[in-house]
């Protein structure tokens, strides 16, 4: 499977080749991959050699796909990706969901994946897997939030309360629930070419959040709540945060602090797009804004940066379309506060992929995990047989 997704379309020889593996059991894996329905033969390959030609084999373009949710404080959304990881559907809605109940929340997000799932369908793909995209604390490991202060939420069990609203031919795949920031660094890590193994990835929305990234694996620290970098004190006696801290980041390069210093508080729809707007048009307010929040960024990353050694931090999220203006604020405050190791700016990146990088890093979970653990993924699609042939 690795193979296949690597290097694409293969004779049973090339793959054998690549893996060190006898043409035999090469023949004998493709066999039991094809009857799970994770591979598809396109027919004669010609490749060259001497001989007759092999058939070319691929990861299949239908069937199995992994299911990516996310819970936005301005946003819901939805995305479909296929073995290959193309996104093949991709559903995305304003909601006001700042102080709103979570179940009203969770029942949006359920119309929202059933609209992917229906436009997955007639594309032939089936979701076996869903992962929930959060701006917040997350107990990965039972699939609640503990602590979301942007939505004004503490321990909400996600994973169980979804599967309540879930159309029925999602309520027997695996849910689970992931910090929005992890996954846009995973999203980095496997679909960026040029991205590091070691690596801090910085998003915004209405909060601050990061994630590391240690030769290639996600940190999660000894709770998995590692990244909280809004939180970082920038001033200690500065103003109250949402966090009941003071002198939080989020007070100083925030989505809210800086609409505010912009003059822009009041904006309605994409407020990311009106600041790079307003940025764009030389508004002196909005530039100023920018500039502060920049260096806010600057100084606590100086401390990461002090204390991690990693290879590149990247701007992601909302903060990718504001580089231009953030960029020159941090650069300025890491040259000053990163004395101690040598620093180049280049190290300093916007993410190509954006905001669409948690809800695309959800998604992909479920693929990487098909293609690491093939027969784990065909174990449970026969189990799932059974217990439907019983019913």
């Known amino acids: 499977m690795a193979a296949l997704a690597a290097h694409g379309p293969s004779s049973r020889a090339e793959v054998a080749e690549r893996t060190g593996l006898t043409r035999a059991a090469v023949g004998n894996l493709i066999n039991e991959l094809a009857?799970?329905?994770l591979t598809t033969d396109l027919g004669l390959a010609p490749s060259g050699r001497v001989g007759r030609p092999g058939t070319a084999l691929a990861l299949s373009e239908q069937g199995p796909a992994g299911l990516g949710l996310e819970i936005g404080v301005e946003h819901l959304g939805a995305c479909v990706l296929d073995l290959h990881g193309t996104v093949r559907t991709w559903v995305e809605i304003e909601a006001p969901n700042r102080g709103r109940a979570a179940g009203e929340v969770l029942a949006e997000l359920?119309?929202?994946?059933?609209?992917?799932l229906q436009h997955a369908a007639a594309q032939g793909l089936h979701p076996v897997g869903a992962v929930v995209a959060v701006p917040g604390l997350v107990d990965a490991a039972n699939g609640t939030v503990e602590q979301a202060p942007n939505?004004?939420?503490?321990?909400?069990?996600?994973?169980?309360?979804?599967a309540d609203w879930l159309p029925a031919p999602l309520r027997s795949v695996p849910i689970e629930v992931e910090n929005e920031a992890n996954l846009g660094a995973l999203a980095e890590l496997w679909h960026t070419v040029t991205r590091p193994a070691d690596f801090i990835h910085v998003s915004a929305e209405a909060g601050i959040g990061a994630a590391?990234?240690?030769?290639?694996?996600?940190?999660?620290?000894?709770?998995?709540f590692a990244g909280e970098l809004g939180h970082v004190p920038v001033h200690p006696d500065g103003p109250l945060c949402s966090c009941g801290a003071r002198g939080c980041l989020e007070q100083y390069a925030g989505e809210q602090t800086v609409l505010r210093a912009s003059g822009l508080a009041d904006a309605g729809g994409d407020r990311i797009?009106?600041?790079?707007?307003?940025?764009l048009g030389g508004n002196p307010r909005v530039l100023e804004a920018l500039e502060e929040a920049g260096r806010a960024l600057g100084t606590a990353l100086a401390g990461a940066v002090n204390l991690l050694d990693p290879s590149a931090l990247v701007l992601g999220g909302a903060y990718a379309e504001l580089g231009e203006w953030l960029l020159p604020g941090m650069r300025k405050e890491l040259a000053e506060r990163v004395t101690v190791r040598p620093w180049s700016p280049e190290a300093l990146q916007l993410s190509e992929l954006g905001r669409r990088g948690p809800l695309l890093g959800a998604a992909t979970v479920t693929i990487r995990r098909i293609i690491e653990n093939p027969a784990r993924y065909a174990d449970w699609r026969n189990t799932r047989e059974r217990s439907a042939a019983g019913r």
């Open 110 to 116: 359920a119309d929202v994946a059933a609209a992917a």
């Open 273 to 279: 797009k009106a600041l790079t707007d307003q940025a």
């Open 151 to 162: 939505l004004r939420w503490r321990s909400v069990p996600i994973a169980q309360s979804l």
């Open 212 to 224: 590391v990234v240690i030769d290639g694996r996600l940190f999660r620290g000894a709770r998995g």
């Open 35 to 37: 009857a799970a329905g």
